[in-house]
């Protein structure tokens, strides 16, 4: 059965992901501006990016595991996952600053005053050269053991998104919590403690 499943993954090429996920987000901002989101579109549509980015991002860390664990083989879709990451992460921001605050002196007041802006803002920073760096030409330049040592930056952006999202969180709320387990349980997946040399 996941040999059936990762034949059909190969056939189903990158491209197709980046325009299923960017109509998904067109489709989103469509209903934020006809009133499909509910009374608070902003709020809904900036929570609805935020989630979907996060969502990706887990994704994306789930691939080694699953290829790893399950044998089911996610590899040819990593970058598309990740880049569409980087793109809602970049829709949550923008809809936050453009349509929610509108004003940069309150964007540089809130990033300066509410922790959970802090945290957010700087899990998004370390998305940014991942983001611009995920092609073909960056890795050429780059080396392909540098490149990989850059986009390690995702494992620390994924803890501060969870973070920014358990403290943006108003109340006791399960999900977000569930959310930051999974994430640090993909994150220690990858850091296996080394054994022992004998003597």
């Known amino acids: 059965m996941v040999g059936a499943l ?3 993954v190969r056939k189903v090429p990158g491209w197709v992901l980046y325009i299923i ?3 998904y987000g067109a489709w989103l901002f469509y209903l934020g501006a006809t009133g499909g989101l509910g009374v608070e579109p902003i709020e809904a549509l900036e929570h609805r990016y935020g989630k979907i980015a996060f969502q990706l991002i887990l994704v994306g860390l789930a691939v080694t595991p699953l ?3 399950l044998r089911l083989n996610l590899l040819c879709w990593r970058r ?3 880049v569409l990451a980087f793109f809602f992460a970049l829709a949550h921001f923008l809809v936050w600053a453009v349509l929610d605050v509108q004003s940069l002196s309150r964007i540089w007041a809130d990033i300066l005053e509410r922790p959970y802006v802090t945290i957010g803002m700087a899990g998004f920073l370390l998305l940014i050269p991942l983001g611009v760096t995920s092609n073909n030409l960056s890795v050429r330049k780059m080396g392909a053991a540098a490149w990989r040592k850059l986009h390690k930056l995702v494992y620390p952006a994924a803890v501060l998104g969870a973070v920014h999202w ?3 969180a108003k109340g006791f709320q399960i999900e977000p919590l569930i959310y930051l387990a ?4 993909l994150l220690a997946t990858r850091f296996r403690p080394t054994k022992a040399r004998v003597a």
């Open 80 to 82: 598309a996952i990740g």
């Open 67 to 69: 290829r790893q664990h």
């Open 21 to 23: 996920g960017t109509a």
């Open 166 to 168: 358990v403290w943006l």
């Open 6 to 8: 990762n034949q059909t």
């Open 182 to 185: 999974i994430i640090l349980t």
